[in-house]
């Protein structure tokens, strides 16, 4: 089985500061991995995610994230935050040909501080 | 893009009713549908997976009787809570994709919240 361990509940940054979320994932078969954002009382929306290539994906609003094999790990950088990137921050694995099923870490909340 | 449309946005029912929350894919066909639960400031817990035209496969710990799933078209899946109590209040978000999409992708909804009184 899958799971994903997102390191922290909570991320204090300043703004225009650079971030970085952390998450390692564990599984004993190839997995698909993404980065979702929600905010509040909205649905999901797909930062980034990686299926095969190269191990640094870029995605929207200037966040990227990259995929390290050795320490099964995919964390989420950002060079300079805003204000309106204060959200929630989910991590998620997949299995492809599998069930499908998207497997999501608990969260990290990324607060933005003036 | 894909786009996926959850209806209703909200709702609020009375202790003992049964809600439907409905789930579209717009402009592709949703061979697997996803049914998640969110509790205020926690991660999303998968209730289910659909697929069309077959029984929807729920995760352990979760209700069949009580979390009835459709998916009787490629472009709809509905979530009828039955009977609902207070402790069934929570956000509900729907995912659908499309196993035919190159990028792999999953859309999901903007979610439901239910508030059972």
């Known amino acids: 089985a899958q799971s994903v361990t997102q390191l922290d509940s909570q991320v204090p940054v300043f703004e225009e500061a650079p971030v970085e979320l952390r998450c390692n994932y564990s599984s004993s078969v190839s997995v698909y991995l993404f980065w979702y954002v929600q905010y509040p009382n909205q649905g999901l929306q797909l930062l980034l995610k990686y299926l095969s290539g190269s191990t640094l994906v870029k995605g929207i609003n200037g966040f990227e994230a990259e995929f390290n094999k050795s320490q099964t790990s995919f964390h989420l950088r950002k060079p300079s935050v805003h204000i309106s990137d204060t959200a929630e921050y989910f991590c998620a694995v997949s299995v492809w040909n599998r069930d499908d099923k998207i497997i999501f870490g608990k969260g990290t909340r990324l607060h933005i501080l003036p | ?117």
């Open chain 2, 1 to 117: 893009g894909a786009v996926v449309s959850q209806h209703p946005s909200w709702v609020i029912c009375k202790s003992g009713t049964s809600v439907k929350i409905e789930c579209r894919s717009l402009d592709f066909q949703a061979t697997t549908m996803f049914w998640y639960r969110q509790f205020p400031k926690q991660s999303l817990m998968l209730m289910a997976t659909s697929n069309e035209g077959s029984k929807a496969t729920y995760e352990q710990g979760v209700e069949k009787d009580k979390f009835l799933i459709n998916h009787a078209s490629l472009t709809l899946s509905t979530l009828t809570v039955t009977s609902a109590h207070p402790e069934d209040s929570s956000f509900y978000i729907c995912s659908a994709r499309d196993r035919n999409r190159l990028n792999y992708g999953y859309t999901f909804g903007s979610g439901t919240r239910l508030t059972v009184v």
